[in-house]
């Protein structure tokens, strides 16, 4: 569903997300998360946004990183994991999420938001039962022109107050309609009634395949050629775009799949794969040796070689080389394999206003000094979005407070920033003092007790005592 041919040529689009909100989604009752939005003009000289979420274990910072990677799934049109229903409350049959986005598409400027309900069936799996995608756009502000070329530019025009429209309303349990509004469904099929029946068909194959509606291949078919529909389209496929390409999410656990080198085995790969994998090492080595001096990697050709499936590629093997030796990536050390398989996307989002990535745990076998500098960098340089979880307290060092969550005891408000300002105290610091002492609105921490713990550890011993 190619953004690239449409009506009106290549599309120029400037995609950021704005508000994440999770609703009975695993063990978040409910919780919303803003971004910083330091700058609200969309354009190619943007400032980073950055969100560290922190809290204890199980709180809800992982639940923001798996509801990003169902954003993804969802936008981009792939179906939804088998065991989506174990991401739903258990005291619960359904969940929400809703995304805010702001997008500059052609010459306009455009608040769009995205809600979907999962619905749980059978033992474990879940479909999206319910859907909207709404828009609220903005002519883009003309600056003032002058004949004088001396005179200084005239500052944009305040934004023109526009109506939030309701591009499409799903409902899988609804009747005789693909989806509502009804004008909407009229100005697609107008041109083309058998329009109709095909969405009507979508409708029920992504049920089927337990994919969005809206974003579905077969939707997007449909809408290829409804140049009637063309600002709502492109609004669409602009979004599958930035889940395609744009939106990368890291997480904890996935024995790096989501680098684009293999960390791992040799393996079997397409020869064009292999080009494209030596261009991914060169470009991480251009930022890898100035992190960790005199560290590169590279992409053994083992020769041709048959794959699994019988067609024949190229067995190759990620290796690390430093000081004159090379060692099997698979050898090295869980941070620099960490390391290594975030750093295309962080190039990626260093350099695109558009670009999301999203990491779990992004401090796991980092060196703290060396976490601390990467995001000082991010923070001062980069252009695009970062939103990440960690355990490890050096970014409260270097970020500022708009730019940190904080998980919450309570399941109705699970994340939360800092209320007012001090000077005087660290931010680590504060954060250390709410969890001991409180303090906030909400409390960020479940206390333990020092001595209830140590009368457990000598309980337990003695059950494998006696045992």
């Known amino acids: ?74 936008l981009s049109g792939n179906p939804l994991p088998e065991n989506s229903g174990d991401y739903i409350h258990q005291a619960a049959e359904s969940a929400e999420l809703s995304f805010e986005f702001d997008v500059q598409l052609h010459q ?57 429209e309701t ?21 697609l099929n107008h041109k083309s009634p058998e329009n109709n029946v095909d969405l009507l068909v979508s409708k029920k194959m992504s049920q089927k395949n337990r994919t969005s509606f809206i974003f579905s291949d077969d939707t997007c078919e449909i809408l290829r050629n409804a140049y009637d529909f ?116 962080m190039i990626k989002m260093y350099n695109d206003p558009s670009v999301c990535l999203v990491v779990d745990e992004l401090d796991s076998g980092i060196f703290e000094y060396l976490l601390g500098e990467l995001l000082e960098i991010l923070a001062e340089n980069a252009r695009g979005q970062l939103i990440f979880t960690s355990h490890n307290l050096r970014p409260l060092e270097k970020l500022s407070t708009d730019s940190l969550i904080f998980t919450t005891t309570n399941p109705k408000n699970r994340y939360y920033r800092f209320s007012g300002k001090n000077g005087r105290e660290s931010l ?4 250390y003092r709410c969890i001991s002492l409180g303090g906030q609105r909400e409390n960020l921490y479940e206390q333990t007790d020092h001595f209830e713990i140590s009368r457990a550890f000598r309980t337990a011993g003695r059950m494998t005592d006696e045992s």
Do not use: W
């Open 167 to 187: 591009i499409i309303e799903f409902d899988a349990k609804e009747k005789g309609y693909a989806f509502r509004p009804l004008k909407n469904l009229k100005r």
């Open 428 to 431: 680590r610091g504060r954060y």
């Open 230 to 345: 063309a600002d709502y389209r492109d609004i669409i496929f602009g979004l599958r775009h930035y889940a395609h390409s744009k939106l990368f999410i890291i997480q904890h656990g996935n024995g790096y799949q989501d680098s684009p080198l293999a960390l791992r085995e040799p393996s079997v790969v397409p020869a064009e794969m292999y080009e494209s994998m030596k261009k991914a090492s060169e470009q991480i080595n251009a930022v890898l040796s100035a992190i960790i001096p005199g560290l590169e990697t590279d992409i053994k050709n083992y020769g041709s070689q048959l794959g699994a499936d019988g067609s024949r590629g190229i067995r190759i093997e990620t290796v690390s080389r430093r000081q004159g030796l090379e060692i099997p990536m698979r050898y090295e050390s869980d941070g620099i394999k960490k390391i290594i398989s975030i750093l295309s996307s």
């Open 108 to 164: 306009e400027t455009c608040a769009v938001y995205y809600q979907a309900q999962l619905e749980r069936y059978g033992s474990s799996s879940a479909n999206i039962s319910k859907e909207k995608l709404s828009c609220r756009i903005y002519p883009v502000p003309v600056r003032g022109v002058s004949d004088d070329p001396e005179a200084p530019v005239a500052p944009p025009a305040a934004p023109v107050a526009a109506k939030k």
């Open 1 to 74: 569903c190619s953004i690239q041919h449409t009506r009106k040529g290549s599309i120029k689009i400037i995609i950021r997300i704005r508000k994440i909100g999770l609703k009975d989604f695993k063990n978040v009752e409910n919780g919303t998360i803003s971004l910083p939005c330091a700058q609200k003009e969309l354009d190619e000289d943007m400032e980073s946004e950055i969100i560290g979420i922190y809290g204890q274990n199980g709180s809800g910072k992982t639940a923001v990183v798996e509801a990003m990677h169902m954003l993804r799934l969802i």
